[in-house]
């Protein structure tokens, strides 16, 4: 079970303690970033400079750390 679908006293560390990428998550960290990156330019391409243009990038930085964090806790890479 992925570790941040039940947060307990007996897990809580794992899902504090830093995790190296290595050459299976590499890969993974690198699409996400790539889709991230695509979406919050074609935000910036499209939408009127306003409160909600940048909330609308906060939030894809928001979606590209937590797709990263369930690949770092992710037991099985």
Do not use: W
Not at 25 to 50: F, G, H, M, Q, V
Not at 58 to 63: D, E, F, H, K, N
Not at 68 to 74: E, P, Q, R, S
């Amino acid at each position: 079970m992925h570790p941040s679908n039940k947060v307990t006293l007996e897990n809580v560390a794992e899902i504090f303690t830093y995790k190296r990428p290595t050459g299976t998550t590499i890969p993974k960290y690198e699409a996400i970033n790539a889709a991230a990156l695509a979406l919050a330019r074609s935000i910036l391409e499209n939408a009127p400079d306003c409160a909600d243009r940048s909330a609308a990038i906060r939030l894809v930085t928001q979606a590209r750390m937590q797709a990263n964090a369930a690949i770092a806790c992710d037991p099985e890479t």
